[in-house]
């Protein structure tokens, strides 16, 4: 990469420093979307996927130009992003969007694959593309004998969409006897996963269907989040995105709780939210069947659930 031949003043451009590296939008991005009030940049670093010192670095550049202060000193000093800064906001439009557009991307791939005959036994994204030149590739689980009808009726389907966000799509096919198992970190999409999900999310799930107290174990978990929530407000964020896309395009009988818990995610102050996980009332007993926030866990705080409810 060539050097810059006549530097630009930051003061008229300060996009330049602002989005000038992808450690500084990964920062941007975490301290805009996901986090409430200050964090440290050991969190920051963890959160964007960065080494702490490679954190440092992007943080001191986006300090330079006033979007980010430093709250406290020494050991315990934390960072902050200046959400009045019409900067700032613009920004924050485009990780909207960004995720808008993510969401919007899947949630046709959804509806498609919920509207082809035969329908497949399962589907799922193993990983995404590395690079938005390259095909997103969706492996679909079926029987021998429909297999192929599935994948062709579901490649016409896909044209519409693939016009629309000038993106390819290629279909993976696979039957029972050949089905790989879903790795964690995959997206899935469609039916029940081929070989369950992460190890971590299967002792959860394989206690929430068959532990003789369904109900005491829900609490139990619903407890914890709640302790982490009040912790870390980015869970909240993370269930309301959750919702939102869960409610694109639905119309199934679980409709109503989600759609409850969006109100709840929407209206409910922090300490309100933590009190109603923890409630016997039987609406907060009913909503905990379906529960936003384990879908939204990380592996870490999926174990910190674990830990809590003392499974081994």
């Given at each position: 990469m060539r050097p810059i031949s006549i530097e630009q003043n930051t003061f008229r451009y300060p996009l330049n420093i602002i989005l000038g590296t992808e450690a500084q939008?990964?920062?941007?991005?975490?301290?805009?979307t996901e986090v409430n009030g200050p964090i440290s940049i050991v969190d920051a670093a963890e959160r964007a996927d960065l080494t702490p010192m490679g954190a440092r670095k992007a943080m001191k550049r986006l300090t330079s130009v006033g979007i980010i202060r430093a709250v406290g000193g020494g050991r315990k000093q934390q960072y902050e992003i200046s959400l009045n800064d019409i900067l700032v906001q613009s920004v924050a439009a485009l990780f909207s969007a960004e995720a808008d557009r993510f969401e919007y991307i899947?949630?046709?791939?959804?509806?498609?694959?919920?509207?082809?005959?035969?329908?497949?036994?399962s589907a799922w994204i193993p990983s995404l593309p590395a690079d938005p030149g390259y095909p997103i590739n969706i492996c679909i689980l079926q029987d021998a004998r429909n297999l192929r009808g599935t994948i062709q009726n579901l490649r016409i389907l896909f044209l519409k969409l693939e016009r629309e966000v000038?993106?390819?799509?290629?279909?993976?096919?696979?039957?029972?006897a050949d089905a790989p198992q879903q790795e964690s970190?995959?997206?899935?999409?469609?039916?029940?996963?081929?070989?369950?999900?992460?190890?971590?999310?299967?002792?959860?799930m394989s206690g929430l269907v068959y532990h003789e107290k369904q109900d005491e174990r829900l609490a139990g978990i619903c407890r914890t989040i709640g302790k982490m929530i009040n912790e870390d407000r980015s869970i909240i964020e993370r269930a309301k995105q959750h919702t939102k896309w869960i409610l694109q395009g639905q119309s199934d009988s679980a409709t109503g709780d989600i759609e409850e818990w969006r109100d709840i995610l929407m209206k409910y102050s922090v300490r309100r939210l933590i009190k109603f996980l923890?409630?016997?009332?039987?609406?907060?007993?009913?909503?905990?069947?379906?529960?936003?926030?384990?879908?939204?866990?990380?592996?870490?705080?999926k174990e910190r659930v674990l830990d809590e409810l003392g499974d081994e």
């Amino acid at each position: 990469m060539r050097p810059i031949s006549i530097e630009q003043n930051t003061f008229r451009y300060p996009l330049n420093i602002i989005l000038g590296t992808e450690a500084q939008i990964r920062l941007l991005r975490v301290m805009i979307t996901e986090v409430n009030g200050p964090i440290s940049i050991v969190d920051a670093a963890e959160r964007a996927d960065l080494t702490p010192m490679g954190a440092r670095k992007a943080m001191k550049r986006l300090t330079s130009v006033g979007i980010i202060r430093a709250v406290g000193g020494g050991r315990k000093q934390q960072y902050e992003i200046s959400l009045n800064d019409i900067l700032v906001q613009s920004v924050a439009a485009l990780f909207s969007a960004e995720a808008d557009r993510f969401e919007y991307i899947l949630t046709s791939i959804k509806k498609c694959i919920e509207q082809v005959e035969p329908q497949p036994i399962s589907a799922w994204i193993p990983s995404l593309p590395a690079d938005p030149g390259y095909p997103i590739n969706i492996c679909i689980l079926q029987d021998a004998r429909n297999l192929r009808g599935t994948i062709q009726n579901l490649r016409i389907l896909f044209l519409k969409l693939e016009r629309e966000v000038d993106v390819t799509i290629e279909l993976i096919g696979y039957t029972k006897a050949d089905a790989p198992q879903q790795e964690s970190g995959s997206l899935h999409l469609y039916g029940l996963p081929p070989g369950g999900n992460s190890k971590v999310e299967t002792r959860i799930m394989s206690g929430l269907v068959y532990h003789e107290k369904q109900d005491e174990r829900l609490a139990g978990i619903c407890r914890t989040i709640g302790k982490m929530i009040n912790e870390d407000r980015s869970i909240i964020e993370r269930a309301k995105q959750h919702t939102k896309w869960i409610l694109q395009g639905q119309s199934d009988s679980a409709t109503g709780d989600i759609e409850e818990w969006r109100d709840i995610l929407m209206k409910y102050s922090v300490r309100r939210l933590i009190k109603f996980l923890s409630s016997e009332e039987e609406r907060a007993l009913r909503l905990r069947q379906s529960c936003p926030f384990l879908a939204v866990l990380n592996e870490k705080e999926k174990e910190r659930v674990l830990d809590e409810l003392g499974d081994e």
